[in-house]
């Protein structure tokens, strides 16, 4: 299992996608603040209220209580002087629907200073599919073009080839007059969740342990063989398994579930080694 056994599980948002333009960590970091215009407000607003993460100090070190996707999103929004607490404690959460592995996404409907609004973060892929409109860099909301997807998802490829794990972030208003109770929301879901507008993404980082090449190699020598199993998608689980020397030979195969699912047994014998 990848994380936190060949990484570190020290996850932190090292690339950010918002209004067109791919950002490294660096000088021109993007901040985000607490006005709700911008693709960054509305990325760390998103990570902020439709998470189930919290922060916590031990011992002089932030820990991360829950997922550690989650709590790398937390700590992004905190360099932007944006805590968590106050976001969760000012903005009532009205219905929550957790990721699980079909659905690659997770949904929120909160109470905000903009009113009732569905939050979604999840698999770019997934989210993408349900957006029709964008949040161009100046916070306006204009129409998601082809041309659009397609930088975006060579930018999502470009993140996962490097190892990073890219999330999507997405957003859009409770239709007006819509009950806002949970049974209506959790029964009109589907609906909520067509339209939406795109404010951006992240690509997360988490550090290869410095001791995995050498221990994927002694146990290569000793006749162990290595596999490797990640949730993350196919782009990221190949950069990460050439770093560290899983993936060192032509005939190495990475194999996506999907794929893995479909072959009989007799394949899977044979493709294993």
Request: charged residues 30%; negative net charge.
């Amino acid at each position: 299992d990848k994380t936190g056994t060949l990484t570190q599980n020290k996850m932190q948002v090292d690339r950010v996608g918002f209004g067109g333009t791919s950002f490294e960590r660096g000088k021109e970091w993007p901040t985000a603040t607490k006005d709700l215009v911008t693709p960054a407000d509305w990325v760390a607003f998103n990570g902020c209220l439709n998470s189930t993460a919290n922060l916590e100090e031990k011992e002089g070190k932030t820990q991360v209580i829950g997922n550690s996707t989650e709590g790398a999103l937390l700590q992004w929004a905190r360099e932007s002087r944006i805590e968590y607490t106050e976001e969760r404690a000012s903005n009532e959460l009205l219905y929550q629907l957790h990721f699980t592995s079909d659905r690659k996404r997770m949904t929120s409907v909160v109470q905000s200073s903009k009113g009732a609004v569905v939050l979604i973060k999840g698999a770019p892929e997934m989210v993408l599919a349900l957006c029709e409109s964008r949040l161009d860099a100046s916070g306006k909301v204009v129409p998601l073009t082809g041309s659009d997807r397609e930088q975006i998802a060579a930018q999502l490829k470009d993140a996962a080839g490097q190892a990073m794990r890219t999330l999507a972030f997405a957003h859009k208003q409770v239709p007006a007059g819509m009950p806002t109770d949970e049974e209506t929301l959790h029964n009109r879901i589907d609906e909520l969740e067509k339209g939406l507008v795109f404010s951006g993404f992240v690509a997360i980082r988490d550090p290869i342990r410095p001791d995995v090449p050498d221990a994927i190699a002694k146990c290569r020598s000793a006749g162990i063989e290595v596999k490797m199993i990640t949730g993350d998608n196919i782009e990221t689980a190949r950069a990460i398994g050439r770093e560290i020397g899983l993936l060192d030979k032509p005939e190495c195969v990475a194999l996506t579930s999907d794929e893995f699912n479909k072959m009989t047994d007799e394949q899977i014998k044979e493709v294993m080694p």
